[in-house]
């Protein structure tokens, strides 16, 4: 039996059976289990590194930077709703970010996939030196300069020695990872003390989820190995010396769109695409104030 990676249990039971069905790569089945003590759940058989690499092909979505074409008419459902964000203020990640905009600080995006959120960041941070690494991502060469490095191999970040960042970023990455608090751990060593640690990851605990089921997008079978919920989240930090400070919940309904084209088998996106993610907006804004949406973003410190 399977020993929990979080809490040691030996406990556990069988949620339900997935394959890929989102890049297609092949049709294995995999069992999805949850531990019975602290409620994390785990692809059960776990892929080996060799399997793993074969289902992150080269047009896998993170990897590529493509530019969408945008239409010239404006998307008022989308204008309303940031207004709604910058009004209440609910752009918690802008916010902490922000706090730091004028000073020097060494920014880790562990996971970063085309790095297309480190050039993002670039232009908003201009005393910021930038670093990226993916462990998947083979063609991640490109756009380096003095104030962005992206890393090869592993070795290289830890050649940067212990207490450098002063953040680190993983967004969708923990899910990935064979034994999230391992690398938590490691990455803890590279934070310099008050540092902040930023993880958005998928919600278990989501009421799409619940409905969706196997369809639910955020299975992502057998990419995702672990999925999490906001308490076993906030556990695996605290096992690890890192202090939660902010938790929040996504008003972002692509889950839920892509979760309902699963569901219906709608293989390529449809021209009403944006008419549905606007459909779905209000829904999600309430999921998230309902703390039950497809993903959280959790924010913890090392004291």
Known sequence: ????????????????KGYDRYMGIDKKEYNI???LECKLTFLEPMPDENELLSYYPDNYSVFTDEKKSHKSKKNYFRIFKNFIVEQLNLNHLKNTLGKFSDKKINYLDYGCGSGKNIFSLKEKFRNWKFFGYDKYNSKLSVKQNDKIRL??????LDQLGDNYFHIINLSSVIEHVQDPSSLIFFLKKKLCQGGLIIIKTPNFNSISRKIFGKYWHNLDVPRH????????LTKMLDNNGLKKQKIFYSRNSGVEVKSLYSFFN?????????????LFNPLTMILS???????ITIIAQKP
């Open 225 to 232: 190995l672990h999925i999490f919920s906001d308490k076993n």
């Open 289 to 295: 104030l309902l703390n039950t949406s497809s993903t």
């Open 1 to 16: 039996m399977k020993k929990c990676i979080l809490c040691g249990s030996e406990k556990n039971k069988f949620v339900i």
């Open 266 to 278: 709608i293989k390529k996106k449809p021209k009403s695409h944006n008419f549905i993610v606007n």
């Open 33 to 35: 289990q949850q531990c």
């Open 151 to 156: 890393l090869q191999e592993i070795g290289e």
